[in-house]
């Protein structure tokens, strides 16, 4: 039903509907109720005609009070198809609590102000903005360098500085558990089954390489032993200095303070080599970087190690002008062991040792032709930089930084699952499937 006048009409509008890849489940039920109310008589409009091309007969009889309602219908159709040329934007809206660097601080003075949509829910387009928007692509496309959040910054781009359309929100596109009382007027939910796809991961299976430098030797590390170090098998702390109390590893790359490339190729060389137990799963993350590696564990039950698999949460760079995807280095990197062995083969290395690691492997993998693979469960920034609604139906596996933050608190609150290294099996049991 075109938004507007819900009690009266028949629907002739017709939209280009998003299904994000999470388990989204569609209601067909046309007697449910809700802000959306539909009339027994329906029309139906062949996509492949044009409205012109439809002569509508609506019967009535000489009397005044059919006289009257045939009048309604008449005046109720050509509403619809008025409607049918505006633009349309539709979703879950989601909000910033507090400006923030993932969103590139936009509207830092009231965040809250600008919505844009959940893709776990689904969204719309009408084909009018559909149309609109495939021209405009094509003339003026998007801007940013950095593709960080994408639903953030196709609402941004449909906006277009208050010339275009703000989302309009749909209660019936919800996040709600399909089991939930709450959905039963959702017309999406999502699945509340677990993201197991066997057994999990063995943590003898996945190394675990953390980067520090000798000046967080006393800051960032004892945060992690306080943490999620007690639930990985194999790990070892990579920095410029040895320090046999930690005790890190020097790798003989001198520490930068921009990128971390030199470090990253050296851990992965290291990795191959007989210096390490073999594992299947290589994990790297920042000394300042939070995770759960048993939900990790339960993740990667999901992914076949023999295949080149780059695994985490994925940035784009110049994807508008044959640029390539990144898996950012902060939420954690998660290579399958075919995927070093790969691309150490292929020759790709550092422009310098300050390079952005993330992105320089971004390149290689691209080069390649070797996909990286998205997960929303790992995060880049801290729990404070999202929209509450979307970390409600989330459970995550990593945030990162410990800026302006108790790191601790956040661990425990958002990624601790008890007080064993055992997978909970509350998760295996609810954890809403979200790969």
């Given at each position: 039903m075109i938004p507007g006048n819900p009690d009266v009409g028949h629907t002739v509008a017709f939209y280009l509907i998003f299904l994000s890849f999470l388990p989204v489940n569609l209601?067909?039920?046309?007697?449910?109720?809700?802000?959306?109310?539909?009339?027994?008589?329906?029309?139906?409009?062949?996509?492949?005609?044009?409205?012109?091309?439809?002569?509508?007969?609506?019967?009535?009889?000489?009397?005044?009070?059919h006289v009257r309602q045939a009048e309604r219908r008449r005046e109720d159709l050509l509403q619809q198809t008025q409607s049918l040329t505006q633009e349309w934007f539709l979703g879950k809206p989601l909000h910033d609590e507090e400006s923030t660097i993932?969103?590139?601080?936009?509207?830092?003075?009231?965040?809250?102000?600008?919505?844009?949509?959940?893709?776990?829910?689904?969204w719309a387009l009408s084909f009018p903005l559909v149309d609109r928007l495939a021209n405009k692509v094509k003339d003026d496309p998007l801007k940013s360098d950095f593709t960080i959040d994408l639903k953030h910054e196709v609402a941004l781009y449909i906006w277009e500085n208050g010339q275009g359309p703000r989302l309009t929100g749909v209660p019936e596109l919800c996040t709600e558990s399909e089991a939930s009382?709450?959905?039963?007027?959702?017309?999406?939910?999502?699945?509340?089954?677990?993201?197991?796809?066997g057994d999990p991961v063995k943590k003898e299976e996945i190394f675990v390489a953390v980067k520090t430098c000798k000046k967080f030797h006393n800051e960032r590390v004892p945060v992690v032993k306080k943490t999620w170090e007690r639930d990985a098998s194999l790990l070892e702390y990579y920095s410029d200095h040895a320090d046999p109390t930690i005790p890190t590893i020097d790798l003989g790359v001198p520490n930068t303070e921009r990128g971390h490339c030199g470090k990253?190729?050296?851990?992965?060389?290291?990795?191959?080599?007989?210096?390490?137990?073999?594992?299947?799963?290589?994990?790297?993350?920042?000394?300042?970087?939070?995770?759960?590696?048993?939900?990790?564990?339960?993740?990667?039950?999901?992914?076949?190690?023999?295949?080149?698999?780059?695994?985490?949460?994925?940035?784009?760079?110049?994807?508008?002008?044959?640029?390539?995807?990144?898996?950012?280095?902060?939420?954690?990197?998660?290579?399958?062991?075919?995927?070093?062995?790969?691309?150490?083969?292929?020759g790709c290395k550092c422009y310098s040792d300050d390079a952005p690691d993330d992105m320089v492997l971004g390149m290689c993998f691209n080069a390649l032709g070797l996909p990286v693979t998205h997960s929303p469960l790992f995060h880049q920034a801290r729990p404070e930089d999202y929209s509450r609604e979307f970390l409600n139906h989330q459970v995550p596996i990593s945030f990162h930084k410990h800026w302006?933050?108790?790191?601790?608190?956040?661990?425990?609150?958002?990624?601790?699952?008890?007080?064993?290294?055992?997978?909970?099996?509350?998760?295996?049991?609810?954890?809403k499937e979200e790969l």
């Open positions: 209601a067909t039920s046309n007697s449910r109720q809700g802000s959306q109310k539909q009339n027994t008589e329906e029309v139906f409009y062949d996509s492949q005609l044009d409205l012109r091309e439809i002569v509508f007969v609506i019967q009535s009889q000489s009397n005044s009070y993932i969103h590139h601080y936009a509207f830092a003075e009231n965040p809250s102000i600008f919505k844009y949509p959940d893709f776990s829910a689904a009382q709450a959905a039963q007027h959702c017309a999406t939910t999502l699945s509340n089954l677990s993201p197991l796809c990253t190729f050296a851990i992965m060389k290291r990795y191959v080599s007989e210096a390490v137990p073999k594992t299947s799963w290589l994990l790297v993350v920042d000394d300042d970087t939070l995770i759960s590696l048993p939900r990790l564990q339960m993740l990667l039950s999901c992914y076949d190690p023999s295949e080149p698999v780059c695994l985490g949460e994925r940035y784009g760079y110049g994807l508008g002008q044959g640029g390539y995807s990144y898996i950012t280095g902060g939420g954690g990197m998660v290579f399958s062991r075919t995927a070093v062995m790969k691309l150490l083969a292929s302006n933050i108790d790191p601790i608190a956040v661990f425990n609150r958002w990624l601790k699952d008890g007080l064993t290294s055992e997978i909970p099996q509350k998760f295996m049991k609810s954890t």
